[in-house]
T-cell receptor, first 115, second 112 residues
Framework: DTEVTQTPKHLVMGMTNKKSLKCEQH?????MYWYKQKAKKPPELMFV???????INESVPSRFSPECPNSSLLNLHLHALQPEDSALYLC??????????????FGSGTRLTVV | TQLLEQSPQFLSIQEGENLTVYCNSS?????LQWYRQEPGEGPVLLVT?????EVKKLKRLTFQFGDARKDSSLHITAAQPGDTGLYLC????????????FGEGTQLTVNP
């Protein structure tokens, strides 16, 4: 299995809703990432997990809450989002952090619309 | 100021033509990666270059890492419509640990 699987593919939520994005990989990768991508822009790093521990939070608002329950799963919990949070949310994984010659494997993303 | 400057931003060419995309920075990178992204999908890794002066070939695609590890280029020979997509360079700076930072991207359209 060489894929990163993200669910759901599309999500529409109200500003008072609570929802979660899920990401799964079975490649034995120990580094997992959340990126946010707005239309016509490159992906922007949000969070980095290394060996199931949060190692980087790029000053992301607390309405985004990441969780790594085990080495294969990564969640992003969403609460009280704003319309400007609408974007493509991408999950990625790599064998480990701190070794720069590993490429990342990205999922297909969750297209989030906040209404 | 963008850490990685990609050029051109947009490129529209005819099938069979050659093209080069550039990725430049004033910072030194431990590695540079090239990705291709199609609409509604995540980026797909094409190549990782880690050694200054390194050249890698992937069929009609040739990737080069600058000697000083501050820049990279992607050359496509005899472009085909299937090459259409958003090409992104991304790098890990020597001082940034695990942060992979993306350039703004080059939107390539190859017309039949």
């Amino acid at each position: 299995d060489t894929e990163v699987t993200q669910t759901p593919k599309h999500l529409v939520m109200g500003m008072t809703n609570k929802k979660s994005l899920k990401c799964e990989q079975h490649m034995g990768h120990r580094a997992m990432y959340w990126y946010k991508q707005k239309a016509k822009k490159p992906p922007e790093l949000m969070f980095v997990y290394s060996y199931e521990k949060l190692s980087i939070n790029e000053s992301v608002p607390s309405r985004f809450s990441p969780e790594c329950p085990n080495s294969s799963l990564l969640n992003l919990h969403l609460h009280a989002l704003q319309p400007e949070d609408s974007a493509l949310y991408l999950c990625a994984s790599s064998p480990r952090t701190g070794v720069s010659n590993y490429g990342y494997t990205f999922g297909s993303g969750t297209r989030l619309t906040v209404v | 100021t963008q850490l990685l400057e990609q050029s051109p931003q947009f490129l529209s060419i005819q099938e069979g033509e050659n093209l080069t995309v550039y990725c430049n920075s004033s910072s030194v990178f431990s590695s540079l990666q090239w990705y291709r992204q199609e609409p509604g999908e995540g980026p797909v890794l094409l190549v990782t270059v880690v050694t200054g002066g390194e050249v890698k070939k992937l069929k009609r695609l040739t990737f080069q890492f600058g000697d000083a590890r501050k820049d990279s280029s992607l050359h496509i020979t005899a472009a085909q419509p299937g090459d259409t997509g958003l090409y992104l360079c991304a790098g890990v700076r020597e001082t940034s640990g695990s942060r992979l930072t993306f350039g703004e991207g080059t939107q390539l359209t190859v017309n039949p």
